[in-house]
């Protein structure tokens, strides 16, 4: 099933990606630049699904997250910052809070890719199956993948390495202090 999906990228590198890992899944993108008005420029091509880059500094990410919802409560909004970068768990909480469906890092490798994927048909609700020998044969293009080197991993084990990698936080060393100075 095809969907619209407008995308919104700090970085031209970041938004073709997008683009074409989109594009593999028969979706239309619409590339806007982020310093547009992105609300009016949703409201005028009415999109399924917006992606958009939060760490431009052109517009405040939450603020157009609630304007969003109140003018267009049928287009989830999925922020995207730098990749490699860890989402803390208050941000996230606090983009849907603001109106946001997901937070999710950037692309950067292929293994990210995939999960940022299903990241957002989850967030999209949408329910029909990604189309992974395409989206494989668009990273092979792009030189992000090969299949020689090795297969890519399953969604399903992506997901529960990625599951598991999340859980457990590291151990906490606490130590007793008074006045600045630790307390032996």
Not at 28 to 51: C, F, I, K, R, W
Not at 62 to 77: G, H, M, Q
Not at 86 to 102: K, L
Request: hydrophobic fraction near 40%; charged fraction near 20%.
């Amino acid at each position: 099933m095809t969907k619209t999906v407008l995308v919104a990228q700090g970085q031209l590198l970041q938004a073709q990606l997008w683009k074409l890992v989109l594009e593999s899944q028969r979706h239309t993108v619409v590339l806007v630049s982020p310093q547009a008005d992105l609300v009016e420029v949703a409201a005028t091509h009415s999109p399924d699904l917006m992606v958009v880059d939060m760490t431009t500094g052109l517009f405040n990410p939450y603020a157009f997250c609630r304007e969003c919802r109140s003018r267009l409560p049928d287009i989830p909004v999925i922020l995207t910052h730098y990749p490699r970068r860890p989402i803390e768990p208050a941000e996230r909480r606090w983009a849907i809070y603001q109106g946001a469906a997901e937070v999710i890092p950037g692309l950067a490798e292929a293994d990210d890719i995939l999960h940022s994927l299903e990241q957002i048909y989850k967030a999209a609700r949408w329910s029909f199956p990604i189309d992974t020998e395409a989206l494989h044969a668009v990273l092979e293009q792009l030189g992000l993948w090969s299949e020689k080197d090795s297969p890519p991993p399953s969604p399903s084990v992506a997901t529960e390495e990625r599951q598991e990698q999340t859980a457990a936080p590291p151990p906490a060393n606490y130590r007793l202090m008074y006045r600045g100075r630790p307390v032996e």
